[in-house]
Nanobody
């Protein structure tokens, strides 16, 4: 059974940093592209970052390039999102995502709020 559990969301001031984590289980983690999405108020769910199975390449939304960094630990089945210079527009629920055998799996999400 595929499980994705996010953590690390919090209330942070503009310019601050957070590190999100996603614990994955129930599938061959090291064979899969892992993605981070976010759902911001009034907008559609947005792809924030995707990370190749070996962690060697990452792709980012233009809105977060240069501020966010995705990484993974295949030995532990963990994927991370380091977020720096946070802005109010980054506020939202952040989700870990994987597609395995043509099925989509989402975590429950973790809330990030950027506000002074």
């Amino acid at each position: 059974q595929v499980q994705l559990v996010e953590s690390g969301g919090d209330l942070v001031q503009p310019g601050g940093s957070l590190r999100l984590s996603c614990a994955a289980s129930g599938f061959y983690f090291s064979y899969h592209i892992m993605r981070w999405y976010r759902q911001t108020p009034g907008k559609e769910r947005e792809l924030v970052a995707s990370l190749t199975p070996d962690g060697g390449r990452a792709h980012y939304a233009d809105s977060v390039k240069g501020r966010f960094t995705a990484s993974r630990d295949n030995a532990k089945g963990m994927v991370f999102l380091e977020m720096n210079d946070l802005k109010p527009d980054d506020t939202g629920v952040y989700y870990c995502f994987v597609n395995s055998f043509d099925r989509d799996y989402w975590g429950q999400g973790t809330q990030v709020t950027v506000s002074s």
